[in-house]
Protein backbone atom coordinates (compact mmCIF):
# COMPACT_ATOMS: atom_id res chain seq x y z
CA UNK A 1 0.00 0.00 0.00
CA UNK A 2 1.82 3.18 -1.10
CA UNK A 3 1.53 6.01 1.42
CA UNK A 4 -1.18 9.03 0.90
CA UNK A 5 1.61 11.62 1.24
CA UNK A 6 5.25 12.07 2.17
CA UNK A 7 6.44 10.76 4.93
CA UNK A 8 8.13 12.69 7.57
CA UNK A 9 11.99 12.67 7.23
CA UNK A 10 14.10 11.30 10.24
CA UNK A 11 17.38 11.96 11.20
CA UNK A 12 19.23 8.82 11.47
CA UNK A 13 20.82 7.65 14.93
CA UNK A 14 24.69 8.34 15.01
CA UNK A 15 25.16 5.16 16.34
CA UNK A 16 23.31 3.14 13.13
CA UNK A 17 25.08 5.53 10.33
CA UNK A 18 29.09 4.30 12.15
CA UNK A 19 27.41 1.04 11.99
CA UNK A 20 26.28 0.74 8.90
CA UNK A 21 28.97 2.77 7.41
CA UNK A 22 31.55 -0.12 9.42
CA UNK A 23 29.29 -2.77 7.57
CA UNK A 24 30.64 -1.33 4.58
CA UNK A 25 34.25 -1.91 5.40
CA UNK A 26 34.27 -4.89 7.07
CA UNK A 27 32.36 -7.42 5.31
CA UNK A 28 33.47 -10.76 6.86
CA UNK A 29 36.14 -11.91 9.29
CA UNK A 30 38.70 -12.54 6.26
CA UNK A 31 38.44 -8.70 5.46
CA UNK A 32 38.82 -7.33 8.89
CA UNK A 33 41.67 -9.68 9.09
CA UNK A 34 43.29 -7.99 5.81
CA UNK A 35 42.95 -4.63 7.43
CA UNK A 36 45.03 -6.14 10.71
CA UNK A 37 47.47 -7.43 8.82
CA UNK A 38 48.33 -4.78 6.82
CA UNK A 39 48.58 -2.51 10.16
CA UNK A 40 50.51 -5.66 11.43
CA UNK A 41 52.99 -4.94 8.01
CA UNK A 42 52.51 -0.95 8.53
CA UNK A 43 54.54 -1.93 12.26
CA UNK A 44 57.34 -3.34 11.09
CA UNK A 45 56.53 -7.06 12.66
CA UNK A 46 58.45 -9.78 11.74
CA UNK A 47 55.78 -12.24 13.54
CA UNK A 48 52.47 -12.06 12.91
CA UNK A 49 50.18 -14.88 14.87
CA UNK A 50 46.86 -15.12 14.17
CA UNK A 51 44.32 -17.20 16.11
CA UNK A 52 40.67 -17.85 15.39
CA UNK A 53 37.25 -19.39 16.76
CA UNK A 54 34.39 -20.19 14.81
CA UNK A 55 35.66 -19.15 11.49
CA UNK A 56 37.20 -15.67 13.37
CA UNK A 57 33.36 -14.70 13.49
CA UNK A 58 33.55 -15.55 17.80
CA UNK A 59 37.05 -14.43 17.94
CA UNK A 60 39.75 -13.31 15.44
CA UNK A 61 42.87 -12.48 17.79
CA UNK A 62 46.32 -11.30 16.00
CA UNK A 63 49.65 -11.19 17.39
CA UNK A 64 52.41 -9.04 16.24
CA UNK A 65 55.92 -7.84 17.07
CA UNK A 66 56.03 -4.26 15.64
CA UNK A 67 56.40 -1.09 16.77
CA UNK A 68 53.33 -1.26 19.26
CA UNK A 69 50.85 1.77 19.57
CA UNK A 70 51.74 4.60 22.73
CA UNK A 71 49.86 4.53 25.54
CA UNK A 72 48.74 8.25 24.69
CA UNK A 73 47.14 7.71 21.50
CA UNK A 74 44.62 4.74 23.21
CA UNK A 75 41.93 7.13 23.81
CA UNK A 76 41.56 8.39 20.00
CA UNK A 77 42.93 4.76 18.50
CA UNK A 78 39.37 3.54 17.36
CA UNK A 79 37.98 7.27 16.30
CA UNK A 80 36.93 7.36 12.76
CA UNK A 81 39.65 9.39 10.48
CA UNK A 82 42.55 8.55 13.15
CA UNK A 83 45.75 7.81 11.51
CA UNK A 84 49.57 7.88 11.65
CA UNK A 85 50.33 7.28 8.48
CA UNK A 86 48.96 10.82 6.45
CA UNK A 87 48.54 13.95 8.04
CA UNK A 88 48.18 16.52 4.73
CA UNK A 89 46.71 16.43 1.56
CA UNK A 90 50.24 15.86 -0.23
CA UNK A 91 50.84 12.84 2.20
CA UNK A 92 47.96 11.15 0.01
CA UNK A 93 49.84 11.04 -2.76
CA UNK A 94 53.13 9.72 -1.71
CA UNK A 95 51.57 7.34 1.07
CA UNK A 96 54.01 3.71 1.03
CA UNK A 97 52.05 2.26 3.59
CA UNK A 98 48.92 0.22 3.42
CA UNK A 99 45.91 1.74 4.81
CA UNK A 100 45.82 5.96 5.33
CA UNK A 101 42.19 6.50 6.38
CA UNK A 102 41.95 5.33 9.74
CA UNK A 103 38.70 3.85 9.32
CA UNK A 104 39.47 0.19 9.94
CA UNK A 105 39.56 -0.18 13.99
CA UNK A 106 36.88 2.65 13.86
CA UNK A 107 34.96 0.42 12.06
CA UNK A 108 35.46 -2.94 13.88
CA UNK A 109 34.85 -1.27 17.46
CA UNK A 110 31.64 -0.67 15.83
CA UNK A 111 30.18 -4.00 14.73
CA UNK A 112 32.42 -5.72 17.30
CA UNK A 113 34.30 -6.31 20.85
CA UNK A 114 37.69 -4.68 20.26
CA UNK A 115 40.69 -4.92 22.65
CA UNK A 116 44.06 -3.92 21.95
CA UNK A 117 47.50 -4.80 24.23
CA UNK A 118 50.30 -2.59 23.20
CA UNK A 119 53.60 -1.82 24.28
CA UNK A 120 56.26 0.24 22.97
CA UNK A 121 60.17 -0.96 23.21
CA UNK A 122 60.63 2.37 25.85
CA UNK A 123 57.23 1.39 27.63
CA UNK A 124 57.81 -0.85 31.02
CA UNK A 125 54.95 -2.38 31.05
CA UNK A 126 51.91 -3.28 28.00
CA UNK A 127 48.68 -1.27 27.85
CA UNK A 128 45.50 -3.15 27.43
CA UNK A 129 42.38 -1.29 26.05
CA UNK A 130 39.07 -1.93 25.20
CA UNK A 131 36.69 0.00 22.81
CA UNK A 132 33.33 0.21 21.92
CA UNK A 133 31.51 2.25 19.32
CA UNK A 134 34.94 4.48 18.69
CA UNK A 135 35.52 4.95 21.74
CA UNK A 136 37.14 3.53 25.54
CA UNK A 137 35.07 1.28 27.04
CA UNK A 138 35.36 -0.20 30.45
CA UNK A 139 36.62 -3.99 30.39
CA UNK A 140 34.23 -4.89 33.51
CA UNK A 141 31.26 -3.37 34.82
CA UNK A 142 32.75 -0.99 38.18
CA UNK A 143 36.31 -0.40 36.05
CA UNK A 144 36.99 3.30 34.66
CA UNK A 145 37.38 2.67 30.61
CA UNK A 146 41.11 4.03 30.77
CA UNK A 147 43.89 1.80 29.37
CA UNK A 148 45.43 -0.70 31.97
CA UNK A 149 48.43 -1.49 33.21
CA UNK A 150 49.56 -5.36 32.13
CA UNK A 151 52.32 -8.07 31.09
CA UNK A 152 52.86 -7.96 27.59
CA UNK A 153 55.82 -8.29 24.72
CA UNK A 154 57.00 -6.05 22.55
CA UNK A 155 54.54 -5.38 19.88
CA UNK A 156 50.51 -5.12 19.85
CA UNK A 157 47.53 -7.42 20.09
CA UNK A 158 44.49 -6.93 18.91
CA UNK A 159 41.08 -8.94 19.83
CA UNK A 160 38.05 -8.98 17.91
CA UNK A 161 35.41 -11.16 19.27
CA UNK A 162 31.37 -11.46 18.23
CA UNK A 163 31.83 -9.85 15.09
CA UNK A 164 28.59 -8.09 13.85
CA UNK A 165 26.52 -9.11 17.19
CA UNK A 166 24.94 -5.96 16.49
CA UNK A 167 24.07 -6.59 12.90
CA UNK A 168 22.06 -8.83 12.28
CA UNK A 169 21.77 -8.21 8.41
CA UNK A 170 25.63 -8.39 8.13
CA UNK A 171 25.82 -11.54 10.61
CA UNK A 172 23.33 -13.66 8.88
CA UNK A 173 25.54 -13.29 4.94
CA UNK A 174 28.03 -15.43 6.85
CA UNK A 175 28.91 -18.73 5.46
CA UNK A 176 29.84 -21.50 7.71
CA UNK A 177 32.92 -21.07 10.21
CA UNK A 178 34.94 -23.60 7.84
CA UNK A 179 34.28 -21.66 5.08
CA UNK A 180 35.07 -18.16 6.63
CA UNK A 181 38.06 -19.82 7.80
CA UNK A 182 39.20 -21.25 4.10
CA UNK A 183 38.67 -17.62 3.04
CA UNK A 184 40.76 -15.95 6.14
CA UNK A 185 43.42 -18.96 5.39
CA UNK A 186 43.20 -17.75 2.07
CA UNK A 187 44.35 -13.90 2.70
CA UNK A 188 46.80 -14.76 5.48
CA UNK A 189 48.44 -16.89 2.59
CA UNK A 190 48.67 -14.78 0.04
CA UNK A 191 50.27 -12.16 2.35
CA UNK A 192 52.69 -14.75 3.24
CA UNK A 193 53.83 -15.06 0.16
CA UNK A 194 54.24 -11.41 -0.67
CA UNK A 195 56.07 -11.03 2.26
CA UNK A 196 58.26 -14.23 2.44
CA UNK A 197 60.71 -12.35 5.39
CA UNK A 198 57.71 -12.18 8.37
CA UNK A 199 56.72 -15.41 9.86
CA UNK A 200 52.91 -16.13 9.92
CA UNK A 201 50.93 -18.42 11.99
CA UNK A 202 47.35 -19.07 11.66
CA UNK A 203 45.35 -21.44 13.94
CA UNK A 204 42.41 -22.42 15.30
CA UNK A 205 41.94 -21.58 19.00
CA UNK A 206 42.64 -24.80 20.97
CA UNK A 207 44.41 -26.53 18.64
CA UNK A 208 47.69 -27.91 19.07
CA UNK A 209 49.28 -27.32 15.97
CA UNK A 210 49.07 -24.38 13.22
CA UNK A 211 46.92 -24.45 9.71
CA UNK A 212 49.76 -22.70 8.14
CA UNK A 213 53.25 -21.54 9.30
CA UNK A 214 56.10 -20.04 7.51
CA UNK A 215 59.39 -18.77 9.01
CA UNK A 216 60.87 -15.60 8.91
CA UNK A 217 63.70 -14.68 6.45
CA UNK A 218 62.77 -16.86 3.75
CA UNK A 219 62.38 -16.51 0.12
CA UNK A 220 59.44 -16.54 -2.56
CA UNK A 221 59.78 -19.23 -4.59
CA UNK A 222 60.28 -21.25 -0.81
CA UNK A 223 57.04 -19.59 0.78
CA UNK A 224 55.33 -20.64 -2.41
CA UNK A 225 56.79 -24.34 -2.41
CA UNK A 226 55.93 -24.48 1.38
CA UNK A 227 52.43 -23.37 1.04
CA UNK A 228 50.94 -23.91 -2.19
CA UNK A 229 52.67 -27.46 -2.99
CA UNK A 230 55.58 -28.87 -4.29
CA UNK A 231 53.78 -30.01 -7.64
CA UNK A 232 54.06 -26.14 -8.51
CA UNK A 233 57.31 -25.30 -6.53
CA UNK A 234 58.78 -26.90 -8.65
CA UNK A 235 57.59 -25.64 -11.81
CA UNK A 236 57.95 -22.49 -10.66
CA UNK A 237 59.56 -19.69 -13.34
CA UNK A 238 60.22 -15.90 -12.56
CA UNK A 239 61.03 -12.59 -14.36
CA UNK A 240 61.18 -8.80 -13.39
CA UNK A 241 59.60 -6.09 -15.68
CA UNK A 242 59.42 -2.59 -15.49
CA UNK A 243 58.71 0.77 -17.10
CA UNK A 244 60.77 1.44 -20.91
CA UNK A 245 63.32 4.05 -20.22
CA UNK A 246 62.33 7.33 -20.90
CA UNK A 247 64.11 9.24 -23.38
CA UNK A 248 66.19 12.54 -22.45
CA UNK A 249 64.30 15.45 -23.69
CA UNK A 250 67.19 17.47 -23.82
CA UNK A 251 70.22 16.49 -24.69
CA UNK A 252 71.93 18.97 -22.44
CA UNK A 253 70.27 17.99 -19.21
CA UNK A 254 72.98 17.03 -17.02
CA UNK A 255 70.95 16.27 -14.16
CA UNK A 256 72.24 12.78 -12.91
CA UNK A 257 68.95 10.72 -14.11
CA UNK A 258 66.92 12.45 -11.46
CA UNK A 259 64.36 13.17 -13.40
CA UNK A 260 63.90 9.68 -14.55
CA UNK A 261 63.42 8.46 -10.96
CA UNK A 262 60.94 11.55 -10.03
CA UNK A 263 58.70 9.79 -12.64
CA UNK A 264 55.35 9.43 -12.04
CA UNK A 265 54.81 6.71 -14.59
CA UNK A 266 57.34 4.43 -13.47
CA UNK A 267 56.61 1.16 -12.34
CA UNK A 268 58.40 -2.21 -12.00
CA UNK A 269 56.82 -5.72 -11.52
CA UNK A 270 57.53 -9.15 -10.74
CA UNK A 271 56.11 -12.68 -11.30
CA UNK A 272 56.61 -15.98 -10.36
CA UNK A 273 54.05 -18.48 -12.12
CA UNK A 274 54.08 -21.95 -13.32
CA UNK A 275 55.43 -23.05 -16.62
CA UNK A 276 53.45 -25.29 -19.08
CA UNK A 277 54.35 -28.19 -17.16
CA UNK A 278 51.44 -27.83 -14.36
CA UNK A 279 48.12 -27.89 -15.32
CA UNK A 280 45.72 -27.20 -12.45
CA UNK A 281 41.61 -27.00 -12.86
CA UNK A 282 41.69 -23.57 -11.64
CA UNK A 283 43.54 -20.32 -11.59
CA UNK A 284 45.59 -19.28 -8.50
CA UNK A 285 45.82 -15.19 -9.08
CA UNK A 286 47.82 -13.35 -6.62
CA UNK A 287 48.02 -9.84 -7.60
CA UNK A 288 49.33 -6.89 -5.18
CA UNK A 289 49.20 -3.57 -6.09
CA UNK A 290 51.89 -1.53 -3.76
CA UNK A 291 51.79 -4.12 -1.27
CA UNK A 292 47.91 -4.32 -1.14
CA UNK A 293 46.10 -7.71 -2.09
CA UNK A 294 44.25 -6.56 -4.44
CA UNK A 295 41.44 -7.53 -8.14
CA UNK A 296 42.04 -6.29 -11.70
CA UNK A 297 39.91 -8.22 -13.70
CA UNK A 298 41.62 -6.73 -16.68
CA UNK A 299 45.04 -7.90 -15.74
CA UNK A 300 43.52 -11.43 -14.86
CA UNK A 301 42.15 -12.17 -18.18
CA UNK A 302 45.27 -10.85 -20.03
CA UNK A 303 47.57 -13.02 -18.19
CA UNK A 304 44.86 -16.17 -19.02
CA UNK A 305 45.20 -15.00 -22.35
CA UNK A 306 48.73 -15.73 -22.54
CA UNK A 307 48.19 -19.20 -20.88
CA UNK A 308 45.40 -20.15 -23.77
CA UNK A 309 48.69 -20.35 -26.45
CA UNK A 310 50.30 -22.99 -24.30
CA UNK A 311 48.17 -25.08 -22.00
CA UNK A 312 45.66 -26.96 -22.81
CA UNK A 313 42.19 -26.03 -22.88
CA UNK A 314 40.30 -26.37 -19.42
CA UNK A 315 43.96 -26.29 -17.23
CA UNK A 316 45.12 -23.09 -15.37
CA UNK A 317 48.08 -21.96 -13.77
CA UNK A 318 49.35 -20.90 -10.80
CA UNK A 319 50.52 -16.68 -11.04
CA UNK A 320 51.84 -14.30 -8.78
CA UNK A 321 52.09 -11.09 -9.66
CA UNK A 322 53.59 -8.18 -7.34
CA UNK A 323 53.34 -4.64 -8.92
CA UNK A 324 54.82 -1.32 -7.80
CA UNK A 325 53.84 1.93 -9.21
CA UNK A 326 54.19 5.82 -8.32
CA UNK A 327 50.99 6.28 -5.86
CA UNK A 328 50.71 9.60 -7.47
CA UNK A 329 49.59 7.12 -10.27
CA UNK A 330 47.28 5.10 -9.02
CA UNK A 331 43.58 6.14 -7.19
CA UNK A 332 43.78 6.20 -3.47
CA UNK A 333 40.65 7.58 -3.45
CA UNK A 334 38.84 4.51 -4.47
CA UNK A 335 37.16 3.43 -1.32
CA UNK A 336 39.33 0.79 0.48
CA UNK A 337 36.50 -1.62 -0.16
CA UNK A 338 36.86 -1.47 -3.64
CA UNK A 339 39.38 -4.20 -3.86
CA UNK A 340 39.14 -3.85 -8.45
CA UNK A 341 42.26 -0.84 -8.78
CA UNK A 342 42.62 0.98 -11.64
CA UNK A 343 45.86 2.95 -12.37
CA UNK A 344 47.57 5.47 -15.05
CA UNK A 345 49.03 3.51 -18.50
CA UNK A 346 47.09 0.29 -16.57
CA UNK A 347 46.83 -0.76 -21.17
CA UNK A 348 50.76 -0.51 -21.91
CA UNK A 349 51.43 -1.52 -18.28
CA UNK A 350 49.92 -5.30 -18.63
CA UNK A 351 50.85 -5.34 -22.27
CA UNK A 352 54.54 -5.37 -20.96
CA UNK A 353 53.71 -7.93 -18.11
CA UNK A 354 51.81 -10.14 -20.68
CA UNK A 355 54.60 -10.22 -23.33
CA UNK A 356 57.04 -10.32 -20.78
CA UNK A 357 55.73 -13.64 -19.14
CA UNK A 358 55.05 -15.29 -23.10
CA UNK A 359 58.78 -14.48 -23.70
CA UNK A 360 59.74 -16.66 -20.48
CA UNK A 361 57.28 -18.99 -20.79
CA UNK A 362 58.58 -19.53 -24.74
CA UNK A 363 61.92 -19.76 -23.93
CA UNK A 364 61.40 -22.20 -21.48
CA UNK A 365 59.55 -24.56 -24.01
CA UNK A 366 61.99 -24.04 -26.33
CA UNK A 367 65.10 -24.92 -24.08
CA UNK A 368 62.81 -28.04 -22.87
CA UNK A 369 62.67 -28.94 -26.61
CA UNK A 370 66.61 -28.89 -26.77
CA UNK A 371 66.82 -30.67 -23.80
CA UNK A 372 65.18 -33.41 -25.69
CA UNK A 373 66.48 -33.28 -28.92
CA UNK A 374 70.66 -33.30 -27.50
P1 LIG B 1 45.08 3.26 9.29
O1 LIG B 1 45.81 1.95 9.15
O2 LIG B 1 44.41 3.66 8.02
O3 LIG B 1 45.93 4.35 9.89
P2 LIG B 1 43.59 1.88 11.27
O4 LIG B 1 42.25 2.09 11.86
O5 LIG B 1 43.83 0.57 10.59
O6 LIG B 1 43.87 3.05 10.29
O7 LIG B 1 44.68 2.10 12.40
C1 LIG B 1 44.73 3.33 13.09
C2 LIG B 1 46.12 3.57 13.69
O8 LIG B 1 46.36 2.64 14.73
C3 LIG B 1 47.25 3.36 12.72
O9 LIG B 1 47.53 4.53 11.97
C4 LIG B 1 48.41 3.00 13.63
O10 LIG B 1 49.03 4.16 14.15
C5 LIG B 1 47.73 2.30 14.79
N1 LIG B 1 47.82 0.82 14.68
C6 LIG B 1 46.86 -0.03 14.30
N2 LIG B 1 47.27 -1.32 14.33
C7 LIG B 1 48.56 -1.28 14.76
C8 LIG B 1 49.57 -2.29 15.02
N3 LIG B 1 49.31 -3.59 14.83
N4 LIG B 1 50.78 -1.87 15.46
C9 LIG B 1 51.03 -0.55 15.64
N5 LIG B 1 50.14 0.44 15.42
C10 LIG B 1 48.91 0.09 14.97
MG1 LIG C 1 44.96 0.15 8.76
Known amino acids: QPPSGPLPIRRLQEALINRIAAGEIIHRPASALKELIENCLDAGSTSIRITLKDGGMKLLQIQDNGCGIRKNDLPILAERFTT ?13 TYGFRGEALASMSHVAHLTV ?9 AWKACYMDGKLTPAKAGLTPDPKPCAGNDGT ?6 LFYNTPTRLSALRSSSEEYARILDVVTKYAVHNPTVSFVCKKAGSPSPDLSTPSSSETPQVIRLLYGHS ?7 TTISSPKKSRRHEDNDEDDGGERDDPESWIAEAHFTNANYQAKKLVFLLFINHRLVESSRIKKALEAVYNGVLPKGASPFIYLSLLIDPRSVDVNVHPTKREVHFLNEDDIIERISDSLQE ?4 QNQSRVFEYQT
Do not use: M, Q, R
Not at 84 to 96: A, V
Not at 232 to 238: A, M, N, P
Open 84 to 96: SKLSTFSDLSHLT
Open 157 to 162: TITIED
Open 360 to 363: TLAS
Open 232 to 238: IGKELLH
Open 117 to 125: VTKTKTDNC
